[in-house]
């Protein structure tokens, strides 16, 4: 058990719709950082947020968008969706706010979209 | 950050070493090696990391050559449970984001 939280873990969605995935780092960790992986793309970093800021951008569509909250807690925001959108979305979490040091990673949420 | 070769896939025996390899000829001064596995669609997972020490901790050995272009991760007793995709990762002090590749499938056999 990583500390990490996300939730849902499973999710089923049609094809416009919107989604919430939630993360909960660990107790004391500053950075979230998000993170998608499809089976052809393997595991792309979308977006760090670091004490409520945002901190790194990685290759996130305009479609989705993320914040983290004054708890810590981070939600990634999924909508317009299409069926390229199913992917796992991991979340993970680490103390400082560089990618350096050591990154604790949820489970996960599966998202398809049909 | 600097660019990492992997092997796409290897196999061990069940209580031997896996010996797995990385290469990064162009690693600079200032950029540490991480190693992180992912067990089956799990959330990646910490191995080790080093700057040009080698290194050991509960899970493996970390073994750095003195030029830095090149390092290996050892598992000196793999079970069937290390079977996995190892990354090999490259990155600069004070980098903002852990950049994954395609990483190496270990596949520990009985």
């Known amino acids: 058990d990583s500390g990490v939280t996300q939730t849902p873990k499973h999710l089923i969605t049609a094809t416009g719709q919107r989604v919430t995935l939630r993360c909960s780092p660990r107790s004391g960790d500053l950075s979230v950082y998000w993170y998608q992986q499809s089976l052809d793309q393997g595991l792309q970093f979308l977006i760090q947020y670091y004490n409520g800021e945002e901190r790194a951008k990685g290759n996130i569509l305009e479609r989705f968008s993320a914040q983290q909250f004054p708890d810590l807690h981070s939600e990634l925001n999924l909508s317009s969706l299409e069926l390229g959108d199913s992917a796992l979305y991991f979340c993970?979490?680490?103390?400082?706010?560089?990618?350096?040091?050591?990154?604790?990673f949820g489970e996960g949420s599966r998202l398809t979209v049909l | 950050d600097a660019k990492t070769t992997q092997p796409p896939s290897m196999d061990c025996a069940e209580g031997r070493a896996a010996n797995l390899p990385c290469n990064h000829s162009?690693?600079?001064?200032?950029?540490?090696v991480y190693w992180y596995r992912q067990i089956h669609s799990q959330g990646p997972q910490y191995i080790i990391h080093g700057l040009k020490n080698n290194e050991t901790n509960e899970m493996a050995s970390l073994i750095i050559t003195e030029d830095r272009k090149s390092s290996t991760l050892i598992l000196p007793h793999a079970t069937l449970r290390d079977t996995a995709v190892y990354y090999c990762?490259?990155?600069?002090?004070?980098?903002?984001?852990?950049?994954f590749g395609q990483g190496t499938r270990l596949t520990i056999n009985p």
């Open positions: 993970a979490s680490s103390v400082g706010g560089q990618g350096t040091g050591e990154l604790f």
């Open positions: 162009t690693i600079s001064g200032n950029e540490y």
């Open positions: 990762i490259v990155i600069s002090q004070g980098a903002q984001k852990l950049v």
